[in-house]
C-alpha cells in the first residue's frame, strides 16, 4: 500500500509538471497525420502487483495494444517524429526506447534512485539520439543536489554518456548554476541561468554561450520555448503577478512584453501558441489573493497586445492551444468539480466538451496532432473505487462524439499522448 502511494504520488508530480512545462507530451516536428489518430496512455492494473504499462488504442476506442509488460511506467511518453519508436520512464529513474509494436525494448539510462529524482527526455531530429535531463535533491536541507544532463545514442553505438552535471541549492548555496535546465524542442539545446546570467549549451556540451543578464534576482517561474526553437518566454518575478519576458536566443536579446499590469501572469504560467506569435496566461486582477478569480489572456508577442478570453473571473487550470492557434482547451472549477471547455480566440465562443458528464476532478487533457480531438481524464465514483478512478475519455471539439476508452480493470490512467 505504501508503495502504491508512493507511486500515485509521484504520478500526480509528473502530471502537473507536464501541465507546467508543456515538455513531456512534446513531439517534434510534427510529421503528417493520418485520420485514423491513435492514442498512446498509460494505465496501471490490480494484479498480483500493482502494473503500469502503455497502451495504444484507436479513438473510436478499438484495436486496443498492449506495448509493455510487468512495469511502472511515470507519465513520460515521447514519440519520435515519425511515430515509429517512443521513448518512457520507468519507475521514475531509468529510461526506455522501444518500437512501435513494442519490440527491441532497450534499457539507454539508469538513475541512480537520488532523492526527488526528476527526469525529463527529448528526442533530437535525427532521431538517432535523446537528450537527458536528470535532477535531484540534496539528501538534506544543508547538502546540495544537483541537476545534469546526458546524452544517448540510442542505436547503441556510443552508449549515454554524461555530458556534466552541477551542484545546486545547499547551505551556503552552490553557485554552480541557479536554475534548472530547459531543453528546447528539438533536444539539441540547453538554457539555464548562473551569475546573473542566461546561458545556452548543446546537449552534447559544445558551444556554451552566455546570451543575456537575468531578469532581475528572482528564481524564474517559468522558461518555455516557442515551438520553433528560436525564442524563450520567461516568467520571474515576485508574488503571484509576475511579468512575461522574450528572449531572442539569435540576436540574445530580452523584452519585457508586460508593460501594463493586466500582461503580467498569475503565478507565472504561460503557454505557447503553436505557431508561436502568441503567450496565453491567467491573470489576477487582484479580485481574491488566493487565484480562484482569475481571467485568461492571450499576448501577441510582436506587437505587445494583450486581449482578454474569458468575461467571467474563475478558477482555471492549464492552457492548451489547439494545433490551428485558433482555440483553447481550460478547465473551470474548483478541484474536484471541474468541467472542460474550449474557447475561440477570434470570436470568444465558449464551448463546454462532455457537459453530459457530472462536474469532476480533470487531470489532464490535450488535442490530438491534427486539432479534431481532444482527449481527456476524468476522475469518476465507482461501487469498487468510492474514492474514484480515471478514465479516458476522447471528444470533438465541439463537443461531439464523447467516447469512453477505458476498460472496467483500468484502476488509474496518465501520461495519454498522441501517436504521430
Known amino acids: 500500500m505504501m508503495r502504491l502511494i508512493k507511486i500515485l504520488a509521484l504520478i500526480l508530480l509528473g502530471l502537473l509538471s507536464t501541465t507546467i512545462f508543456n515538455f ?3 513531439v517534434i516536428a510534427a510529421s503528417k497525420v493520418s485520420q485514423d489518430n491513435r492514442l498512446t496512455f498509460v494505465a496501471t492494473k490490480e494484479i498480483s502487483k500493482y502494473q503500469s504499462n502503455i497502451y495504444t488504442i484507436k479513438t473510436n476506442g478499438s484495436d486496443r495494444r498492449q506495448l509493455t509488460k510487468n512495469l511502472n511506467v511515470y507519465p513520460t511518453i515521447v514519440w519520435l517524429n515519425n511515430g515509429k519508436r517512443l521513448a518512457f520512464i520507468n519507475d521514475g529513474i531509468d529510461v526506455y526506447t522501444m518500437n512501435v509494436d513494442g519490440s527491441k525494448l532497450t534499457k539507454i539510462f539508469s538513475g541512480f534512485g537520488c532523492k526527488a529524482s526528476n527526469i525529463e527526455i527529448q528526442w533530437l531530429l535525427n532521431g538517432q539520439k535523446l537528450a537527458i535531463k536528470e535532477s535531484c535533491d540534496g539528501s538534506t536541507l544543508d ?15 556510443q552508449g549515454t554518456k554524461l555530458i556534466q552535471r552541477w551542484e545546486i541549492g545547499g547551505i551556503p548555496p552552490k553557485t554552480e548554476i541557479s536554475s534548472s535546465l530547459y531543453l528546447s524542442p528539438n533536444g539539441q539545446q540547453v538554457v539555464f541561468f548562473k551569475d546573473k546570467s542566461i546561458w545556452q549549451m548543446n546537449t552534447d556540451g559544445s558551444n556554451l554561450t552566455e546570451l543575456t543578464n537575468t531578469p532581475g534576482d528572482d528564481y524564474p517561474t517559468q522558461v518555455i520555448w516557442s515551438p520553433d526553437g528560436t525564442q524563450i518566454a520567461i516568467s520571474s518575478g515576485k508574488d503571484n503577478n509576475q511579468p512575461i519576458y522574450l528572449l531572442n536566443v539569435k540576436n540574445k536579446t530580452l523584452t519585457n512584453l508586460s508593460d501594463e499590469p493586466q500582461k503580467t501572469t498569475y503565478s507565472g504560467i504561460i503557454s505557447w501558441s503553436h505557431d508561436g506569435t502568441q503567450l496565453a496566461y491567467y491573470h489576477d486582477q487582484g479580485r ?20 482578454k478570453l474569458t468575461s467571467k473571473p474563475g478558477e482555471y487550470s492549464e492552457l492548451q492551444w489547439s494545433p490551428n492557434s485558433k482555440l483553447i482547451a481550460f478547465a473551470s472549477g474548483d478541484y474536484s468539480q471541474k468541467k472542460l471547455y474550449t474557447i475561440s480566440i477570434e470570436r470568444l465562443k465558449l464551448t463546454q466538451l462532455a457537459s453530459q458528464l457530472l462536474p469532476s476532478e480533470v ?3 490535450n488535442w490530438s496532432l491534427d486539432g479534431k480531438k481532444i482527449a481527456f481524464i476524468k476522475t469518476e465514483k465507482t461501487k469498487k473505487k468510492p474514492d474514484g478512478r480515471s478514465i479516458l475519455y476522447v471528444s470533438n471539439p465541439d463537443g461531439s462524439k464523447l467516447t469512453k476508452l477505458s476498460k472496467s480493470d483500468d484502476s488509474y490512467i496518465y501520461g495519454q499522448t498522441w501517436q504521430p
Open 288 to 307: 481574491d489573493y488566493s487565484g480562484k478569480k482569475l481571467d485568461i489572456f492571450v499576448l501577441d508577442v510582436n506587437h505587445k497586445t494583450a486581449k
Open 363 to 365: 487531470n489532464s487533457f
Open 143 to 157: 547538502d546540495p543536489g544537483s541537476v545534469s544532463v546526458y546524452l544517448s545514442d540510442t542505436t547503441g553505438t
Open 24 to 26: 513531456s507530451n512534446a
